[in-house]
């Protein structure tokens, strides 16, 4: 191009006129020269617009980088809720949004052992500080030649100020998250706990680890810390009564399957779970797998009446023992004569129930329990759940005893749940620790019984509490009503008669049951007070009766001041029977 | 008149000149502000948090069933005392004696009260069938 110009340039200076000049030279520019200028200017115009455009783009970005992209830090200012950072594993929140574990900043002291002048010295004044870690550990720590060796994680900020008071050289802090249960042992069974990197090792913390890793917002499960409180408490008290090893309890919303407290005793403290003893750790509501006893006749009855095998209103000889294989049913309280269908239940009579189960069959009672989910394990969200020991094969003899609770063992949760499907129309939902409303819990719910089985077994029930084994449970103006249990235990393979299960399962209000109760006291001891018994009416029915007249009014239930019981010889259900005497004292069974 | 143009532009390029210093070192005063009120914000939610954290502890229904034993007179609720609203006692807003032409009525120069004394016959009647079908046979 340069060479093109200066080709034309001798022609310049000869001119006088300018403008003359530039009209004729431009005039006289024959096409090779017009050429030359065209190309000049399309490239001039190509670089231009180029240029225009980075510029452009650069404008753009320099206000988008100015004005526009100030998000991050509206945002940050903005939040809502006191987000913690990345991250931090997410709270465990109950049902009210109380605090079950949250991971909170704790600092831990680490050493550079190199830096370290006296690490005898520093190792002797550091165990002062520091007392469950002994100076000759110290010691050996601080004269390694590593350049980082842990000396204590997870300090309370007292030990924090007076190590850096010490000032010794060479101890570093380095903040680190813990794990923290603000409810201590009242929950521990159900959330579990974790261990010093965060990783869940039990309970929810573990079956929801990944998302509780994972996710700022709060899990939110299904407990209500008042009740579970009430619950834990009631237990504890009738352990103490009892001299017993263990209890358990379950409360549930029967519309739902949602766990509204779950307890298992003795507790541990999940902050330092590996000072518990096994025992202790053992969730006895999930993972607890135990013969339940007549609680199980609520089944029976209920899959009798289901099946059309057995009315209301037929009649059982309970008077002679069942001898069947080489074993002998008997009753805990004979009584003489026939006995209608509710009778059975009320008083809990084991040949009768035994009677109605035959029946009915086999395959009645395999069919119904399997539907109640008492033959798989429960679907609750627990890495410890126990799965059902069922007979195999499943003889005659199997249906006889599990018609009263014996040869099946089955955990309490799942016990509970069954139940709450029997008595709140029909309905099973799976038990669950998170919350569920009712609209979901519908469409989860698969019908076991029929609306009027379900209403038929809610009479039998408050029957019992009403006359039967159950008195003890009677809350005033709940409705109560349930089912007593006594279970001897095995051992060794055959059945002890001083070690049992005492439980007992309630719902309430019965007319439209909300909540279902269970309690089971592990080897209770009988004393003076309840004349040396320890059954399920004496022992688990006052705990139910605690809990529903404590936490009836916590869950919204309303009490009735005019609840009125016949006299039992006019109650609608047992009127047929003209043998029933006044003065029948039961002892629970 | 190039003169003239290229000072005027002159002192539009020292006035953008300036400009720029100041809102430059505005903008790095404000960075600063910023980044002070952020490192509050969340020094202001760990401290929000560990708080929560104690709240919930200090609010364990253990401590506060022994707190309020300690401290309260309450007792657990008894089915009795809970009622329905229908079961209050009515509420009177309006003077009852009150007459047409404004005058309360008197007797012998006394005026009578505003309000008519509240019966409570038909509510102990009531009560006194609650209390009748309440009790246990």
Same mark, same amino acid.
């Given at each position: 191009?340069?060479?093109?110009?200066?080709?034309?340039?001798?022609?310049?200076?000869?001119?006088?006129?300018?403008?003359?000049?530039?009209?004729?030279?431009?005039?006289?520019?024959?096409?090779?020269?017009?050429?030359?200028?065209?190309?000049?200017?399309?490239?001039?115009?190509?670089?231009?617009?180029?240029?225009?455009?980075?510029?452009?783009?650069?404008?753009?970005?320099?206000?988008?980088?100015?004005?526009?992209?100030?998000?991050?830090?509206?945002?940050?200012?903005?939040?809502?809720?006191?987000?913690?950072?990345?991250?931090?594993?997410?709270?465990?929140?109950?049902?009210?949004?109380?605090?079950?574990?949250?991971?909170?900043?704790?600092?831990?002291?680490?050493?550079?052992?190199?830096?370290?002048?006296?690490?005898?010295?520093?190792?002797?004044?550091?165990?002062?500080?520091?007392?469950?870690?002994?100076?000759?550990?110290?010691?050996?720590?601080?004269?390694?030649?590593?350049?980082?060796?842990?000396?204590?994680?997870?300090?309370?900020?007292?030990?924090?100020?007076?190590?850096?008071?010490?000032?010794?050289?060479?101890?570093?802090?380095?903040?680190?998250?813990?794990?923290?249960?603000?409810?201590?042992?009242?929950?521990?069974?159900?959330?579990?706990?974790?261990?010093?990197?965060?990783?869940?090792?039990?309970?929810?913390?573990?079956?929801?680890?990944?998302?509780?890793?994972?996710?700022?917002?709060?899990?939110?499960?299904?407990?209500?810390?008042?009740?579970?409180?009430?619950?834990?408490?009631?237990?504890?008290?009738?352990?103490?009564?009892?001299?017993?090893?263990?209890?358990?309890?379950?409360?549930?919303?029967?519309?739902?399957?949602?766990?509204?407290?779950?307890?298992?005793?003795?507790?541990?403290?999940?902050?330092?779970?590996?000072?518990?003893?096994?025992?202790?750790?053992?969730?006895?509501?999930?993972?607890?797998?135990?013969?339940?006893?007549?609680?199980?006749?609520?089944?029976?009855?209920?899959?009798?009446?289901?099946?059309?095998?057995?009315?209301?209103?037929?009649?059982?000889?309970?008077?002679?023992?069942?001898?069947?294989?080489?074993?002998?049913?008997?009753?805990?309280?004979?009584?003489?004569?026939?006995?209608?269908?509710?009778?059975?239940?009320?008083?809990?009579?084991?040949?009768?129930?035994?009677?109605?189960? *035959?029946?009915?069959?086999?395959?009645?009672?395999?069919?119904?329990?399997?539907?109640?989910?008492?033959?798989?394990?429960?679907?609750?969200?627990?890495?410890?759940?126990?799965?059902? *020991?069922?007979?195999?094969?499943?003889?005659?003899?199997?249906? *006889?005893?599990?018609?009263?609770?014996?040869?099946?063992?089955?955990?309490?949760?799942?016990?509970?749940?069954?139940?709450?499907?029997?008595?709140?129309?029909?309905?099973?939902?799976?038990?669950?620790?998170?919350?569920?409303?009712?609209?979901?819990?519908?469409?989860?719910?698969?019908?076991?019984?029929?609306?009027?089985?379900?209403?038929? *077994?809610?009479?039998?029930?408050?029957?019992?509490?009403?006359?039967?084994?159950?008195?003890?449970?009677?809350?005033?103006?709940?409705?109560?009503?349930?089912?007593?249990?006594?279970?001897?235990?095995?051992?060794?393979?055959?059945?002890?008669?001083?070690?049992?299960?005492?439980?007992?399962?309630?719902?309430?209000?019965?007319?439209?049951?909300?909540?279902?109760?269970?309690?089971?006291?592990?080897?209770?001891?009988?004393?003076?007070?309840?004349?040396?018994?320890?059954?399920?009416?004496?022992?688990?029915?006052?705990?139910?009766?605690?809990?529903?007249?404590?936490?009836?009014?916590?869950?919204?239930?309303?009490?009735?001041?005019?609840?009125?019981?016949?006299?039992?010889?006019?109650?609608?259900?047992?009127?047929?029977?003209?043998?029933?005497?006044?003065?029948?004292?039961?002892?629970?069974? | 008149?190039?003169?003239?143009?290229?000072?005027?532009?002159?002192?539009?390029?020292?006035?953008?000149?300036?400009?720029?210093?100041?809102?430059?070192?505005?903008?790095?005063?404000?960075?600063?502000?910023?980044?002070?009120?952020?490192?509050?914000?969340?020094?202001?939610?760990?401290?929000?948090?560990?708080?929560?954290?104690?709240?919930?502890?200090?609010?364990?229904?253990?401590?506060?069933?022994?707190?309020?034993?300690?401290?309260?007179?309450?007792?657990?609720?008894?089915?009795?005392?809970?009622?329905?609203?229908?079961?209050?006692?009515?509420?009177?807003?309006?003077?009852?004696?009150?007459?047409?032409?404004?005058?309360?009525?008197?007797?012998?120069?006394?005026?009578?009260?505003?309000?008519?004394?509240?019966?409570?016959?038909?509510?102990?009647?009531?009560?006194?069938?609650?209390?009748?079908?309440?009790?246990?046979?």
């Amino acid at each position: 191009m340069t060479e093109q110009v200066r080709a034309c340039r001798p022609c310049q200076p000869q001119d006088i006129d300018r403008r003359a000049a530039a009209r004729r030279r431009f005039l006289c520019m024959d096409g090779h020269r017009k050429e030359a200028l065209e190309t000049g200017r399309t490239r001039l115009l190509v670089a231009g617009v180029v240029f225009a455009f980075v510029f452009a783009v650069i404008g753009l970005r320099i206000l988008d980088l100015a004005a526009l992209s100030g998000a991050p830090s509206h945002v940050a200012a903005r939040h809502p809720d006191g987000a913690p950072h990345a991250a931090q594993r997410a709270d465990i929140v109950d049902r009210n949004g109380n605090i079950l574990a949250t991971t909170l900043p704790v600092p831990s002291l680490y050493a550079n052992p190199r830096e370290v002048a006296h690490p005898k010295d520093a190792a002797e004044r550091l165990s002062r500080v520091l007392p469950d870690v002994s100076p000759g550990e110290l010691a050996a720590r601080l004269s390694s030649d590593r350049a980082f060796i842990w000396l204590k994680r997870g300090l309370s900020p007292r030990q924090q100020y007076r190590v850096n008071r010490l000032g010794i050289p060479g101890l570093y802090f380095r903040e680190e998250e813990r794990r923290f249960y603000p409810q201590g042992d009242l929950t521990a069974h159900v959330v579990g706990f974790t261990d010093i990197d965060n990783k869940g090792l039990a309970g929810i913390e573990q079956s929801f680890d990944e998302v509780l890793a994972g996710q700022h917002r709060s899990l939110r499960l299904s407990l209500d810390l008042r009740v579970q409180h009430i619950l834990t408490e009631e237990l504890s008290k009738a352990m103490a009564e009892f001299r017993a090893i263990g209890a358990a309890g379950v409360v549930m919303d029967a519309r739902t399957g949602e766990l509204v407290a779950m307890a298992s005793l003795p507790s541990f403290n999940p902050a330092n779970p590996g000072a518990a003893d096994s025992e202790a750790r053992f969730n006895r509501a999930t993972l607890g797998l135990y013969e339940m006893g007549s609680v199980f006749k609520i089944f029976t009855t209920a899959s009798v009446l289901e099946s059309g095998a057995v009315r209301i209103g037929d009649r059982f000889d309970v008077s002679k023992p069942i001898r069947a294989a080489r074993f002998t049913i008997r009753d805990y309280k004979p009584k003489d004569g026939k006995l209608t269908v509710p009778e059975i239940f009320m008083y809990s009579s084991n040949i009768g129930t035994v009677h109605m189960a *035959m029946e009915a069959g086999t395959e009645v009672q395999q069919n119904t329990l399997a539907a109640l989910g008492l033959t798989t394990p429960a679907s609750v969200e627990l890495p410890e759940v126990g799965t059902p *020991m069922l007979p195999s094969p499943w003889r005659e003899i199997n249906t *006889m005893t599990i018609s009263y609770g014996h040869g099946l063992a089955v955990n309490p949760v799942q016990l509970t749940s069954a139940v709450a499907a029997t008595v709140n129309g029909g309905v099973l939902h799976q038990p669950t620790l998170l919350t569920r409303d009712e609209a979901e819990a519908e469409a989860s719910g698969k019908r076991v019984f029929s609306a009027s089985t379900s209403g038929r *077994m809610r009479q039998l029930m408050r029957l019992t509490v009403e006359y039967g084994t159950g008195g003890k449970a009677d809350a005033e103006g709940y409705l109560v009503g349930g089912k007593t249990g006594t279970a001897d235990k095995l051992r060794g393979g055959r059945y002890a008669r001083d070690a049992r299960i005492a439980s007992f399962v309630g719902a309430f209000p019965m007319d439209d049951p909300r909540y279902v109760v269970f309690a089971m006291v592990d080897e209770p001891k009988g004393h003076k007070g309840t004349f040396g018994f320890a059954t399920g009416g004496w022992v688990a029915a006052p705990v139910v009766r605690e809990v529903i007249s404590r936490a009836g009014p916590l869950l919204g239930v309303e009490p009735r001041d005019n609840v009125v019981v016949p006299e039992k010889e006019e109650h609608p259900l047992l009127v047929k029977v003209g043998a029933v005497k006044k003065d029948v004292r039961v002892a629970a069974r | 008149m190039i003169r003239v143009s290229l000072v005027i532009w002159l002192i539009v390029a020292a006035a953008v000149a300036v400009g720029l210093y100041q809102v430059k070192y505005e903008v790095q005063r404000l960075e600063e502000e910023l980044g002070v009120v952020q490192s509050n914000i969340q020094e202001n939610r760990e401290a929000l948090h560990v708080l929560e954290a104690e709240w919930s502890y200090l609010n364990r229904p253990a401590r506060l069933s022994r707190l309020a034993k300690e401290h309260l007179d309450l007792q657990p609720l008894q089915p009795k005392q809970v009622a329905h609203v229908q079961q209050l006692p009515p509420r009177i807003t309006e003077p009852e004696n009150a007459r047409a032409d404004g005058e309360w009525p008197s007797l012998d120069g006394v005026p009578v009260p505003r309000r008519r004394p509240w019966s409570l016959q038909p509510q102990i009647a009531s009560g006194a069938t609650l209390a009748s079908t309440g009790d246990r046979p």
